[in-house]
């Protein structure tokens, strides 16, 4: 009974020593044993390359900062503006915002190569106040350059204490502008969407001005200031898109559902994905209503999804420019560190089967409007807007 017991642990022992050579030696493993045993390689070698530089570089260095800096890099690797990876603490920032009242200038801001891409001001604001706008990409606060910094950092220097001034350097374009606001306390938890009746020979016409599609539940906001305009006995709507850099597919559904009875409102596509369409849903509040879009050269994304489907359904007629020209979309996807990937993961396609964008990430002639009008809103008046109103307005009379 001894010497059977012995060769059990003889056996152990060899098994073990077999395991360790092995283990310093994996390219002599059979192929077979070899991917049964042996972690990917690619995975091997980055885990090598992180734990040379914790150990060696001339500082202390974290794991968990390399790690991310690794991530950080494989994203930026993509040279995707839409992709974005959100440390741990960044996601449970955006996860648990700050409370509804702080100070700033009123920007919805997202990370890009070169700073922040602002996506929506909010109205009433030092920004909007200033003539800062969606597409702007904010590169510099008080001179300090924004490349490299997270989204937190970057974002807690441009908030402050309310009354002090703040000087944000703005790319728009080629041109480099310079903006300095004074901060205020934002209330973020009052209406974004705003709304107003314009008359026009008599005929009483609603206006709804949409800023952002990135706010879940957004489409509440829509509808309720639609239904306030309809009992007001309007004739017509305009919904003003202008400036709106998109945000939610599903808000985008939501509210061109609101004036669409029934039909197709986009269908995505993805490498990885099934076809996926979205079709009108929920309770239609205005199917027949007559209808205009505003749009320029910032409506994009979500706000194109919503423009095409109303022009497509025939349901509204589009006054501007033609919009931004993005037709791909992305995917927050949750690590296991706490972090998140934004990753683009696929394409729209709009009612009548067009893709905005021109292939891949490059921006494509976006949505062509119905009636072209390029003088811009200035202090003078608002051409596009004006131009909407007298069309509903003959239509209806």
């Known amino acids: 009974m001894k010497a059977h017991s012995t060769i059990k642990v003889l056996g152990v022992l060899v ?53 991310n800096g690794s991530i950080a890099g494989a994203v930026a690797s ?23 009242r702080f100070s700033g200038v009123g920007v919805d801001v997202n990370r890009a190569h070169a700073g922040l891409l602002v996506e929506g001001v909010l ?22 350059s924004l490349v490299g910094l997270s ?29 300095r606001l004074k901060r205020e306390q934002i209330t973020t938890a009052e209406p974004i969407v705003s709304d ?15 800023p952002t599609f990135d706010v879940p539940g957004i489409h509440t906001q829509v509808a ?30 939501l509210v061109a559902s609101m004036f669409i009875a029934r039909g197709v409102i986009v269908t995505t596509r993805g490498r990885a994905q099934p076809t996926q369409t979205l079709d009108a849903t929920g309770d ?33 007629v589009v006054v501007g420019t033609d919009t931004y020209g993005k037709g791909v979309f992305q995917e927050l996807r949750e690590l296991s560190n706490g972090g998140a990937i934004d990753v683009t993961v696929g394409q729209y396609y709009l009612p009548d089967g067009e893709n905005l964008g021109a292939g891949g990430l490059r921006r494509g002639g976006g949505i062509k409007p119905n009636v072209v009008v390029t003088a811009a809103p200035s202090a003078k008046g608002d051409p596009q807007l004006q131009a909407a109103l007298a069309l509903l307005a003959a239509k209806v009379r």
């Not at 020593?17 to 059979?30: E, N, Q």
């Not at 996601?91 to 915002?97: E, M, S, Y």
């Not at 001034?165 to 790319?171: A, D, P, Y």
């Not at 305009?229 to 939610?248: E, M, S, Y």
């Open 15 to 67: 098994v073990l020593a077999v395991g360790i050579w092995w283990g310093g030696h994996p390219s002599d493993l059979p192929s077979v044993l070899r991917s049964a045993f042996v972690a990917n390689p690619h995975d091997a070698v980055i885990s090598e390359a992180l734990s040379d530089i914790q150990h060696d570089y001339f500082h202390p260095v974290s794991r968990s900062g390399l790690i």
């Open 78 to 100: 993509l040279d995707d503006p839409y992709a974005a990876y959100d440390t741990p603490s960044e996601f449970n920032a955006f996860n648990n915002p700050k409370p509804d």
């Open 123 to 144: 109205p009433d604001t030092p920004a909007a106040a200033a003539g800062i706008r969606a597409g702007d990409v904010i590169s510099s606060v008080d001179g300090r």
């Open 151 to 179: 989204d937190a950092a970057s974002t807690n220097l441009i908030q402050g204490r309310a009354g002090t001034s703040v000087t944000l350097g703005v790319r728009r374009g080629a041109r480099l502008l310079t903006f």
């Open 196 to 210: 107003f009746i314009a008359g026009h020979d008599g005929v009483k016409i609603g206006v709804i001005e949409l």
């Open 224 to 253: 309720q200031a639609l239904q306030s305009l309809i009992a007001q006995h309007i004739k017509a709507v305009v919904l003003d898109l202008r400036d709106n850099g998109g945000g939610l597919v599903t808000e985008a559904q």
């Open 284 to 316: 239609v509040i205005a199917p027949t209503l007559p209808m205009a879009v505003l749009v320029n050269g910032d409506t994009a994304s979500a706000a194109e999804i919503v423009t095409g489907a109303l022009q497509d359904h025939h349901r509204a």
